[in-house]
C-alpha cells in the first residue's frame, strides 16, 4: 500500500473531488430526463447520479447536483419543483452524440429536443415529453426531492415514481426480456470517457462551453440525410458556427479527389465521406464537404 494516495474530501477543491468520484464510480447509468416548466416549455437533460431503487413501489432517482462554478440549480430542478413529472429515457448507442449535444447549457426557454434533432412523443400519464430514439421510456410522477446541500456540487435526490414504461419490441429476445445486446446502453465513466453494453470504453467530447448551433440550424438537405446517423447530426450540431466560404473553396480546392467529388453532385457519396470524416473526428472538415454542394 506504500504507493496509496489518501485523501480527505476537505484538503481538496470541489472539482478536484468531482473528477475523483466520477473516475473512480462507474459506469454509471444516464438518466436522459424531460421535464416542463409551468409556461409548457419543455427541458431535456442527461443525468449520470442515477439508478433504479424500487420495484415495489417502481422507483427511480436522479440526482441533478448545484453548478459548482456559481451555485445555481438546473432547469431540470427548477422544473420538477413546479410540475411534479418526469419522464426518464434510457440512452443507448445510437443517440449518444445527441444526448451530449443535449447538455449544453442553453437559456431558459429553449428546447433542447430541437436543437438535439430528437423527437417528441406525447406521454399518456405526465405531461413532459417522450424521447422517440430512446428504447425505453419511463413515465413517472415525482413523489419528493431531497436537498443534499445547499452549496456548489450537492445533489438533489429526485424521486420518481414510475407510472408508465414504454419498450422498443425490437430489443425484446425470444422470451420477451430486455436484451443486453440489443438494447446497447451507454454508461458514463470520468471525464470525457463513456461505456458501451458489450462494446468496452468510447470516448465523446464535451459539449462546446459556448453554445453549439444545434441540430435545427443543420440545413434541410444534410439533416434529412439518408447516409447520416443522429449521433452524426450530433456532432455536426456541436458547432459554434459554419465554416464561411472562403474556407470552404479553399480545402476543396487543395484535394482533387474532393473536387471532383463536389463536381458530380452525387449527394449519397458526398455524405458518406463526409461521414468518414464525423468518424475520424475531422468535424470542420465534414462541414467544408457538406456544405460545398
Not at 3 to 17: G, R
Not at 124 to 130: A, C, H, I, M
Not at 195 to 201: C, T, Y
Amino acid at each position: 500500500m506504500a504507493n496509496t494516495i489518501s485523501i480527505d474530501p476537505k484538503d481538496i477543491t470541489i472539482p478536484e473531488l468531482h473528477g475523483y468520484l466520477l473516475g473512480a464510480i462507474g459506469p454509471r447509468p444516464i438518466a436522459f430526463a424531460s421535464t416542463i416548466d409551468t409556461m409548457g416549455r419543455p427541458n431535456l437533460s442527461p443525468y449520470s447520479f442515477f439508478n433504479v431503487f424500487s420495484a415495489n413501489p417502481p422507483i427511480l432517482i436522479f440526482s441533478p447536483a448545484r453548478r459548482v462554478r456559481d451555485n445555481t440549480t438546473k432547469h431540470t430542478l427548477e422544473n420538477v419543483e413546479k410540475v411534479k413529472e418526469v419522464v426518464i429515457n434510457v440512452v443507448n448507442y445510437n443517440m449518444v452524440q445527441q444526448m451530449s449535444l443535449s447538455s449544453t447549457e442553453y437559456p431558459e426557454g429553449i428546447n433542447e429536443f430541437v436543437k438535439a434533432g430528437l423527437t417528441m412523443v406525447k406521454s399518456d400519464f405526465v405531461k413532459p415529453f417522450r424521447v422517440a430514439e430512446s428504447p425505453v421510456q419511463f413515465e413517472c410522477k415525482v413523489t419528493k426531492i431531497e436537498p443534499l446541500g445547499n452549496e456548489g456540487g450537492a445533489g438533489n435526490l429526485i424521486f420518481s415514481k414510475v407510472v408508465k414504461i414504454h419498450i422498443d419490441s425490437e430489443i425484446l429476445d425470444a422470451n420477451g426480456s430486455i436484451d443486453p445486446k440489443k438494447i446497447d446502453q451507454v454508461a458514463r465513466m470520468g471525464g470525457n470517457w463513456y461505456s458501451r453494453a458489450a462494446k468496452g470504453l468510447f470516448e465523446v467530447p464535451k459539449p462546446l462551453s459556448s453554445l453549439g448551433i444545434g441540430v435545427d440550424a443543420i440545413p434541410k438537405k444534410i439533416r434529412l440525410s439518408r447516409i447520416l446517423t443522429g449521433n452524426d447530426l450530433g456532432m455536426l450540431g456541436n458547432v459554434a458556427k459554419l465554416p464561411t466560404s472562403s474556407e470552404i473553396n479553399e480545402f476543396i480546392a487543395s484535394n482533387r479527389e474532393l473536387s471532383t467529388l463536389v463536381e458530380s453532385k452525387d449527394t449519397e457519396r458526398i455524405h458518406r465521406r463526409a461521414q468518414e470524416y464525423i468518424n475520424g473526428k475531422e468535424v470542420d472538415l465534414a462541414w467544408k464537404l457538406l456544405l460545398a454542394i
